[in-house]
């Protein structure tokens, strides 16, 4: 049952990966997006991450895909379709991709991974909260406070930058 | 761990999406759609350390934590890349990156 609906997950991310930067029309684009970040989100809950599983989807799905989409209907008209790739530009970009898919799968596949031999911990809020707080081997407090102040300081630059200069633009 | 998928299969699910995000980081002339891209390629690092987290090093949660990081940065960038793209589109009328090609006005 895992296995189909991994599967499942994985055909949806690939397909909808593809059309999210191939599709001409930038509102399809940002749904699409949804789809894979929806996707990914699913793969972790196979995973048994619940607790990255629902911050990947309040976050990503929720959070930047919503910001996405604002920012598409300030700025664009919804009909607009952008003008084809020039078919060099495609073949040199595509096959520039392919090349690296090629280089990193043909050095994943020969890499031994040594399969793990400990017992899996459980992971429950519990854990997280007290690993995220802690300041002892495994305690990530530092890391926390760096991200703590990156936001701030993001969310205040964001209202500097948008904000509208006064008259003198217009 | 799920039983009967290798850890490979999700390593190439990721280096697929990851190559994909970067062929849209360069074909795209649009902002947005290259801020979709950089979404794409960020999701699928965190494909990377949420799987190795959990295959090869089940007893501990380094992994997971640094993709929940990953997310706040990438939420982060998200919102400064909007507020940018909003600027750029009211100094020059459009997003796109032919258009838009001096950075200081």
Redesign the interface.
């Known amino acids: 049952m ?2 189909v609906i ?1 599967y499942t997950f ?1 055909a949806i ?2 397909l909808f ?2 059309l ?3 599709s001409r029309k ?1 509102l399809h ?2 749904v699409f ?1 949804l789809f ?2 929806i996707s ?1 989100s699913g ?2 809950f ?4 619940y607790f ?1 599983a629902a ?2 989807l309040t ?2 799905a929720g ?2 895909v919503v ?2 989409v ?3 209907l ?3 008209g919804i009909d607009d379709r ?1 003008p084809l ?1 020039k078919p060099l ?2 073949a040199a ?2 096959g ?3 090349l ?2 090629v280089l ?2 043909a050095a ?2 020969r890499f031994p ?4 031999s ?4 459980v ?1 429950d809020m519990k ?2 909260g007290r ?2 707080l802690s300041y002892d081997v ?1 305690g ?1 407090v530092l ?1 926390f406070e760096a ?1 703590s102040i ?2 701030l ?3 205040i ?3 500097v ?2 904000k ?1 200069k006064g008259e003198k ?1 217009s | ?5 290798p ?7 990721s ?10 980081f ?5 902002l ?2 290259m ?3 950089i ?2 390629i960020l ?1 699928s690092v ?2 990377n350390f ?2 190795f987290n ?9 992994g ?2 640094f ?3 990953v ?10 890349a ?6 750029v ?2 100094r020059f009328n459009s ?1 796109d990156v032919e258009q838009a090609s001096d950075m200081k006005y």
């Not at chain 1, 196979?46 to 991450?49: F, G, I, N, T």
């Not at chain 2, 360069?26 to 649009?30: E, G, H, I, Q």
């Open positions: 895992n296995v991994f994985a991310i690939l990966s593809l999210a930067v191939t930038i684009a940002a997006l894979v970040l990914t793969l972790y196979l995973l048994e991450y990255l911050v990947q976050l990503y959070g930047i910001l996405i604002f920012s598409i300030l700025t664009s952008f790739v530009k495609a970009s595509g520039l991709a392919i690296g898919i990193a799968l994943v596949l991974f040594a399969a793990a400990s017992n899996a911990l992971v854990t997280i690993s995220l495994n990530y890391p991200i990156l936001l300081a993001a969310m630059a964001a209202i930058v948008a509208k633009q | 761990m799920i039983a009967g998928i850890l490979t299969h999700f390593l190439i699910v280096t697929i999406m990851f190559f994909i995000g970067i062929y849209g360069m074909v795209r002339k649009n947005i759609t801020l979709m891209s979404e794409l999701n965190n494909i949420v799987v959990k295959y090869l090093y089940p007893h501990q949660l380094h997971h934590f993709s929940i990081f997310i706040a940065v990438a939420a982060a960038e998200a919102a400064v909007i507020a940018i793209i909003i600027n589109y009211r997003i």
